[in-house]
């Protein structure tokens, strides 16, 4: 088996549940399969969501909060939350996390970016397992703006995979993968296994920002595996409901959408 520096990236309905509380099968499931393939020499890397969603919920909000200053104080409760329960599991496995959170300056600016480059490695070599997320208690610009940078996480996941030269990709979602058309709208709805070049074709499939697949939907993840796959590195878009579908990924198994990495 290939050891390999491998990102992970999880959702916010992973892990939440339809209540909106924190899903805590999937996250210590989830933390136990990080753990393990940690175990069998790979790197890994956590982009983890949620804090928003969670946060609202911690603060007893009715709903998901629409004004900016509110939507910054639930990611600040979030953000606690998810990292108190993250140091809680992965510390059940005898494993260190590390929090990073970002802002789009820390990716453009190339002194932040050397020196976070530097962060990544040090805290791999340590063993310790870094969890990133956008940093939106701060930065406003990742909530507010309809065509963000990071997009709901899925290309954040991919600059860091770039960023730190990564082996894999994997975008855990609501959905098994890439397919034809919308499953949720048509029952013949099928499934594509490997994609080796993400052309108009392809974002064609994905619908536009506007559609239900749109932003924060298939698009935004195509848009993740097309900045990743340019700098070679495969990305799996598969489903996260079971996090031991990854156990497939570490060993080359088929499982949700490939997307090949163009060497």
């Known amino acids: 088996m290939n050891r390999d520096r491998i990102v992970i990236k999880v959702g916010t309905s992973t892990l939440t549940n339809e209540l909106g509380n924190s899903n805590l099968r999937t996250m210590e ?5 990080l753990s393990d393939i940690q175990n069998m020499g790979h790197e890994v890397i956590l982009v983890s969501s949620g804090a928003i969603a969670v946060g609202a919920n911690k603060m007893h909000m009715k709903e998901k909060p629409t004004d900016m200053r509110m939507k910054q104080a639930a990611a600040a409760v979030g953000q606690c939350t998810n ?5 809680k599991f992965f510390g059940y496995y005898d494993k260190m996390v590390g929090q990073i959170l970002l802002n789009a300056e820390d990716i453009t600016q190339e002194e932040k970016k050397e020196n976070l480059s530097n962060t990544f490695s040090a805290l791999l070599e340590q063993g310790v397992i870094p969890i990133v997320n956008e940093n939106d208690s701060v930065s406003y610009t990742e909530i507010e703006s309809e065509e963000r940078l990071f997009s709901d996480n899925d290309v954040l996941s991919a600059v860091v995979a770039v960023l730190c030269q990564a082996d894999k990709l994997v975008i855990l979602s609501d959905i098994d993968g890439f397919y034809d058309k919308d499953p ?4 013949d709805a099928r499934l594509i296994e490997q994609i080796d070049m993400i052309d108009d ?3 064609k499939l994905a619908g536009g920002a506007g ?6 939907g298939m698009r935004t993840k195509l848009k993740a595996a097309d900045l990743a796959t340019a700098q070679g590195i495969d990305t799996i878009v598969t489903n996260g409901k079971d996090p031991e ?3 497939k990924v570490v060993s ?5 959408t490939l997307f090949k990495g163009r060497r």
């Open 252 to 256: 080359g198994e088929s499982c949700g």
């Open 201 to 203: 074709a392809v974002y």
């Open 83 to 87: 990292m108190f329960l993250y140091d």
């Open 245 to 247: 579908i990854l156990y």
């Open 211 to 216: 559609s239900r697949r749109g932003t924060g």
């Open 184 to 187: 949720r709208l048509f029952k």
């Open 29 to 33: 499931k989830l933390a136990m399969v």
